[in-house]
């Protein structure tokens, strides 16, 4: 069994930063890629921005250029910075990470951590 534990979110103003954090413990291999997804009140959940085990990226248009997703391997943990915050950002950042245990590849999810950004 995994488990993520997500920290880091809170209310701040429009144009404010802060800094997700989600650490993965338990029986596991290893983990393969790590995200941050976000869902909004009445809306589905979308891919905030993902990282490979070898350090790619990618992100979503929406975040581009504001948002920087990291990993640290050796603590089995993933961040996401966020800075230029808008009100739209608004919304529960959920992290998941997709771990592999012999020849099963499972995706875990936090949480959610609730990032409130005001107007």
């Known amino acids: 069994q995994v488990q993520l534990v997500e920290s880091g979110g809170g209310l701040v103003q429009a144009g404010g930063s802060l800094r997700l954090s989600c650490a993965a413990s338990?029986?596991?291999?290893?983990?393969?890629?790590m995200g941050w997804y976000r869902q909004a009140p009445g809306k589905p959940r979308e891919l905030v921005a993902i990282?490979?085990?070898?350090?790619?990226?990618n992100y979503a248009d929406s975040v581009k250029g504001r948002f920087t997703i990291s990993r640290d391997n050796a603590k089995n943990s993933v961040y996401l910075q966020m800075n230029s915050l808008r009100p739209e950002d608004t919304a529960v950042y959920y992290c998941?990470?997709?771990?592999?245990?012999?020849?099963?590849?499972?995706?875990?999810w936090g949480q959610g951590t609730q990032v409130t950004v005001s107007s």
């Open positions: 998941n990470a997709a771990v592999v245990a012999g020849t099963y590849l499972t995706g875990y």
């Open positions: 990282i490979s085990s070898g350090g790619g990226t």
């Open positions: 338990g029986s596991m291999f290893s983990i393969n890629a």
